[in-house]
């Protein structure tokens, strides 16, 4: 379906349904074919059904349809304050900021959904507080209360600004709204904001002036640590393993090697590849190789395929873990330190490696030439 062709919703109630029979979801609450069809059916004359359908869409990554469904639904004469119009300025808004139809041009997608997410961002939610509930059906989580809409709307917000991405670059009004979403700390506000607050305040490559490559920000790492503790209350993984990280290093805290290894193991046995990879280089350095090798390992193992297209794709913060998790297994390998692992995949960890960050990997040999 491109924008060009008019939305048949019956058409595209079974599409989804095809979609659905051939890729089942045992999850409990995923929708029955015959569900899916209804919605859409219902969509013809039932906005609430329509923004449902639009959400399928989105789960589905159907974005270009999901877009003119929300499209149609703005251009309704709504009430003042619907609960309907915030929910779909804000799904448009990430679609589009995203450009994740990518039929247009990515700049002008960027700076409408930009805008879009603006309108949510300055919303008083208060005036939503008496709204009744909107109905959701089987398989949908139905549309989200205004607080919550509000305050990933000023997330979202801040992150552009400190981005430049659909707005100027201006890190000062970027934290500002970081600030709003944040809620000082507490459940009510954005987990993603206190981490975004964490890094910001830890980052020693930020310019002061962002013509003035010379004069950079000084690192406020004491606040950074009380906005990664936020968060990782907040259940922000990411902050959980910084927190190690400035625990470890003393940092903004006082250093707390113990407290610093229980905050990388919780978010290390969540997934989190720095957490991993900074535990699997702990045991190392304790000469427990094979301890080492098995942390390190669940984050090569899967990258041992990856392409240099990916690679590109990744923030620097993320190549940098990567290349220092694939140096570090293939030099325990190649020195017959913990599990073994054939030839060919160690040299590929190599591989990975400098392609993930070469000056990682020139400081690596640097240190590691001294053992």
Known sequence: LTMAEPLDLQRLGEKL????SDNPDPAPESPAEEQLLEQCLKAKQDPVAKFIVASICINRR???QARVLLEQLLRLEAQDRLLLELNCQFQLGVIQFDNLCDDQDE???EKEGFLLMMKVAETDSRVYHNTTNTPFVKGNQGMMDADTLVVNAQYNVGRAYLLGQGAVKNDDIGVTWLLKAARDGTAAGSFQAMNELGHFYGDNTRRL?????????????????????????NNSVDSMATLGLLLRDGKG???????????????????????????GIHYFNMRLHNKAVQWLRRVVDPLLDVTNADIDDMPTRMRKTRARACWYTAYCLRQGLGESLRPDQATRAVELAVLFDKAEVATLQKLLATW
């Open 209 to 233: 002036k962002e013509d003035d490559p010379l004069h950079l920000r000084k690192p406020d790492y004491k606040e950074a640590y009380s906005w990664h503790v936020f968060a990782a209350k």
């Open 107 to 109: 700049g002008a997608a």
């Open 253 to 279: 805290c006082k250093k707390d090697t113990v407290a610093a290894l229980k905050w990388l193991r919780a978010a290390a046995d969540l997934g989190h590849d720095t957490a991993e990879t900074e535990l």
């Open 17 to 20: 349904s095809t979609w659905l």
């Open 62 to 64: 159907l974005y270009i």
